[in-house]
């Protein structure tokens, strides 16, 4: 039986990631890419589907555990009768091969201590053949190869290997488990105790570049480092979360899987490492991009591999039960074949802020650029699936509309601004029309919002990013309308749904219902804060923060009722919401290309950025 969602740790080479339980146990490990097959799959099913655990004999939840420094090395520490012993997890920067280090430290006393390692290829379908030699093993299994090297000795017991053995204080007992493609010879085994050292250098090296200063560091660094724990380094593409399937509703259906590169979380990601001194992750992303939607504008998809693949099929994996029971589980996302409007503008969005942010200018990026506004031109009036990806009938949706009119107008600040060329008279037209089609279409003067899709008796929370695209000021009598509508109809224990599922019949096409997406909720606290209510916006801010685990992880959702994470974990979406609002009540504003004209990124020399 998997933990909590809340109860996961993240450990991460920057190509893939591991999930480990405060019970010690790694649940959750694709080996060697994010998308990959799981080798560790309990997270979905139960230890049957692959698990490696390693705690004190008859021993559950760690006493406490934290990150090192700012680093992805996880320590878990118990106190038994016996005395305290410490486990050190982490995934060193990829080498040769993809490793994972757990070094058990007595710290007083001596601990008897047992080591359970249960692998299961292609998401637990698959027993490998395990070969003992000396204190290791490799096990194989179509295209995968898994060594372990360590210094107790291994037994087999039921299919899964173990090890028992006692620490006193001062004892390290490494395991180090390495992945390569069966094919290729054993790689060198990393030395641990180096691994350990080298992994906490990179990533507090990675962290110095900071240029956050304020309220909130160490949560602000937090999820900077768990961002980048979602980039995949080979590339520069970001996954929007770790995981697939961790469901939205416990034991219902809402299971996705989030281990692609979606161009909207990316480019929300990417303000966020802007906005905080990361340039080189945009500049990566901007080749992953330009790359990645190569070719015809009219196939921009909406999310690719993280390789810049366009084919994410969907399927379910019918063997494995569910988080909770929660089936399907789902690998591949069918949303990728959606129209969502608002990636163009997005894109469009990033692309210029990376080029204010000092990015050099970038022909191929403006010959994008020019593919991808020449094609919203042509279809910015069309119903489509929204940022939502709603499965039910393509809508007017509002939010779609302001983000093709957020496009038109990048692309004319960048002509204005950059000296680049572009028919600036008809971009500027474009502009003024779609605009006014959403005041008139997609607001409901009677009663004062706007709505989420044209006609619709429904708000929703993507509402709240109107005035921070430009769209409207935030003292504009009509946003103010609408942040009120959205806390009165979306808000949920004071948390903020993306929308009324059961608004105008059922717009998103799915049974049940979900948790509260937190990005919306930082949403909402950034916009109390606009609109002057700084106060609540505040409170709403330290309940969030309130919200995350133990080493400060949220996931995609939070369930009001069961006081849980719901939705994959971590999420980007989530992470970034907390930076941007961090930083918006600390008085950096998020910058969006909205305001260059303003501010013109004179802020880039700001303690707080
Ligand atoms: O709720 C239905 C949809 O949920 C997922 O999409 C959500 O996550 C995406 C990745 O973070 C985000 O970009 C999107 O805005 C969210 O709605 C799922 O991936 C979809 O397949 C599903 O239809």
Known sequence: MPGAIEDYALLGDLQTAALVGLDGGIDWLCLPAFDSPACFAALLDDERAGRWRIAPAGHGHATRRRYRGHSLVVESEWDTAEGTVRLVDCMPPRGEAADVVRVVEGVSGRVRMRMWLRLRFDYGSVAPWTRYGGHGLSAIAGPDAVWLNTTVALSEIAGAVCAEFAVSAGDRVPFVLTHTPSHLPQPTPVDPFRAVADTVGFWENWISRCRYRGPWDAAVRRALVTLKALTYAPTGGIVAAATTSLPEQLGGPRNWDYRYCWLRDATFTLQALLGTGFVDEARAWREWLVRAVAGDPAKLQIMYGTDG????????????????????????????????????????????????AGLPTHDVAWDLQRA??????????????????????????????????????????????????????????????????????????????????????????????????????????????????????????????????????????????????????????????????????????????????????????????????????????????????????????????????????????????
């Open 309 to 356: 693949r366009r084919r994410l099929p969907e399927y379910t994996v019918d063997w494995l039960s569910g988080y909770e029971g929660s089936a399907p589980v789902r690998v591949g996302n069918a949303a990728a074949d959606q129209l969502q409007l608002d990636v163009w503008g997005e894109v469009l969005d990033c692309l210029h802020l990376a080029r204010e």
């Open 372 to 609: 991808l506004l020449d094609h919203l031109e042509g279809h910015w009036d069309e119903p489509d699936n929204s940022l939502w990806e709603v499965r039910g009938p393509r809508r007017h949706f509002v939010h779609s509309k302001v983000l093709a009119w957020a496009g038109v107008d990048r692309a004319l600040h960048t002509v204005e601004h950059h000296g680049l060329d572009g028919p600036v008279d008809r971009w500027r037209r474009l502009r003024d029309r779609i605009h006014a089609e959403v005041c008139e279409h997609g607001f409901d003067a009677r009663r004062g919002t706007f709505t989420q899709f044209y006609g619709s008796q429904g708000v929703d929370a993507a509402l709240l990013l109107l005035p921070r695209v430009g769209f409207l000021p935030w003292d504009d009598p009509r946003v103010r309308g609408t942040v009120d509508a959205v806390r009165h109809h979306l808000c949920r224990d004071g948390l903020v749904l993306r929308y009324q599922p059961d608004a105008d019949g059922g717009v998103d096409g799915l049974p049940g219902t979900e948790g509260a997406f937190l990005a919306c909720s930082f949403w909402l606290a950034d916009a109390l804060h606009a609109t002057g209510r700084t106060e609540q916006a505040r409170a709403l801010f330290q309940r969030l923060l309130d919200l995350r685990n133990d080493v400060g992880l949220l996931s995609e959702e939070y369930d009001t009722v069961n006081r849980r994470h719901v939705g994959n974990t971590p999420q980007a979406f989530s992470m970034v919401g907390l930076i941007n609002t961090a930083r918006e009540l600390a008085g950096s504003h998020t910058r969006t290309s909205a305001d260059t004209d303003e501010q013109d990124l004179t802020d880039r020399d700001d303690t707080t950025l």
